[in-house]
């Protein structure tokens, strides 16, 4: 949990000095003519993670900004090997469960077209970011209804998909 924190607290750090701290050249007074105003935005920083007998997902954040929202996936950790035994090619998904229905944030897929098997291990779930990546279903659904799903095929064909919710934190 402290490595999770760590990692967190890098990652909003970086996000604010990039973020806050640009810094114009020149002279830093407006114009006499320009009307200044700020947007007061406020921006909310999450952490999730997942886990059960057969995976992990750990190191997981969301950043929501009032223009630009991010969604890294964070980490897979395999606890079954029997679960992925043979698997050639995964899709993975994040996605919020909203009246049932399921709406995908995130999907990333992956496939040996060699016939080797995948590594999947240890691998980064990936990064999104733009605006409205969570869309309107900002902190409550993103905290209550968090979901990651992975559906595999195996060197025989057989398809197999597991589903773990997700713990979601405010950091800030």
Do not use: W
Not at 17 to 46: I, L
Not at 125 to 152: H, M, P, R
């Amino acid at each position: 949990m402290k490595k999770v924190f760590v990692a967190v607290l890098i990652f909003v750090l970086i996000f604010f000095c990039f973020t806050f701290n640009k810094v114009r050249q020149g002279d830093n007074s407006p114009p006499a003519t320009a009307v200044h105003s700020e947007k007061n935005t406020e921006t909310k920083v999450y952490s999730f993670s997942g886990s059960d007998d057969i995976l992990t997902v750990m190191n997981g954040t969301v950043v929501l900004g009032e223009d630009e929202e991010t969604l890294s996936g964070g980490t897979l950790q395999i606890n079954s090997e029997d679960f992925f035994e043979g698997v050639t090619s995964y899709n993975t998904t994040f996605y919020i469960l909203e009246d049932g229905k399921k709406k995908t944030v995130m999907s990333n897929s992956l496939v040996d077209h060699t016939g080797g098997k995948v590594k999947l291990d240890g691998d980064d779930l990936g990064k999104l970011s733009g605006a409205d990546v969570i869309a309107e279903n900002k902190t409550e659904n993103l905290i209550n209804n968090l979901y990651f799903e992975i559906t595999t095929v195996g060197a025989d064909g057989e398809n197999k998909t597991h589903q773990l919710r997700m713990d979601v934190i405010e950091i800030n």
